[in-house]
């Protein structure tokens, strides 16, 4: 196989999986350079054909482009694929983009930072049918200049948001967000499943749950405000009035295949600030700092 030539308009695709090769395809697609690899050689052939070209190594396929996209399984897969690279890569712009922790990115950074080239995390907040759609968004933090200089091209695969300079940024707010859609979704999993078990209705009780859930959507931004004030107004109950359904709420959920949500854990957390002279305050006052706070 001929060696290919470095060129610096050249975009290096690692990994052709299904958001690799979304990603390959829809730079294709707006005729960029693009050069891919992947593990199991045969997974690029499609990709050929479409127009890229085909590297032999990682190290030939990072080495011959000036941005280069890690589209991986994981972190592992990120790490085994940095250690493939050596020598000199300034100028380059390497991006993982996977799920992962606020460490996996730290330590992804650090060894981009080694090599000499500039480091974006990614957080892929879309399916890979979506990519290149403005319905997608992808969340990027690290190097802010290294996404200002590529945004042209990372704005063809979704809308792209810049959430950090710190390179974990994006992977936590990234990881988060799947929390909150796991929170949400357990939460109307265990609903269902003890009004199942008890032989109420489940489609009536359904249409109830979806009010319930959207008292919480629609309260996010004056949530966030309380945090970000540090001022915790008791609005539809106090912690004292809260506390009484959440002990309620324990004893429902004993013995429930999916658990009681750590409810006990947040009952504790009430009672130490009820035994600060905090039972006029909300719900939000229980993600506050106890120490040195005063009732509201």
């Known amino acids: 196989m001929t060696k290919i030539k470095a060129s610096e308009h050249r975009i290096a695709v690692i990994g052709a999986g299904a958001i690799g090769a979304a990603v390959a395809r829809r730079l294709l697609a707006d005729d960029h350079d693009v050069v891919v690899w992947n593990r199991t050689a045969g997974r690029t052939a499609a990709l050929v054909k479409a127009g890229a070209l085909p590297a032999g190594s990682v190290k030939e396929a990072a080495s011959s482009a000036t941005l280069v996209l890690l589209t ?47 480091y974006l995390d990614a957080g892929i907040q879309t399916s890979p049918e979506m990519i290149g759609t403005d319905a997608a968004t992808i969340l990027y933090s690290g190097s802010r200049s290294a996404f200002q200089r590529h945004r042209a091209v990372l704005g063809l695969l979704s809308t792209p948001r810049f959430v950090g300079d710190a390179p974990q940024a994006a992977a936590i707010w990234d990881l988060t967000l799947f929390g909150l859609w796991y929170d949400a979704q357990l939460g109307l999993l265990r609903a269902l499943d003890t009004v199942r078990e008890t032989g109420i209705d489940v489609t009536e009780f359904v249409d109830t749950a979806v009010k319930q859930l959207g008292h919480v959507v629609t309260e996010a931004p004056g949530t966030a405000s309380e945090l970000l004030q540090a001022t915790y107004p008791a609005g539809p109950a106090t912690l004292a009035e809260h506390l009484t359904v959440i002990r309620h709420l324990i004893k429902l959920r004993g013995g429930q295949t999916l658990g009681d949500g750590g409810l006990p854990v947040v009952a504790a957390r009430i009672e130490a600030l009820l035994a600060q002279g905090r039972d006029g305050e909300g719900l939000t006052a229980t993600i506050a700092t106890m120490t040195n706070r005063t009732s509201a």
Request: aromatic fraction near 2%; charged fraction near 20%.
């Open 72 to 118: 991986l399984t994981d972190y592992v897969a990120v790490q085994q694929c940095l250690a493939e690279l050596d020598g000199d890569l300034s100028g380059r712009t390497i991006i993982a983009m996977c799920t992962g922790t606020a460490d996996d990115a730290h330590h992804a950074a650090q060894r981009v930072a080694d090599l000499g080239a500039s």
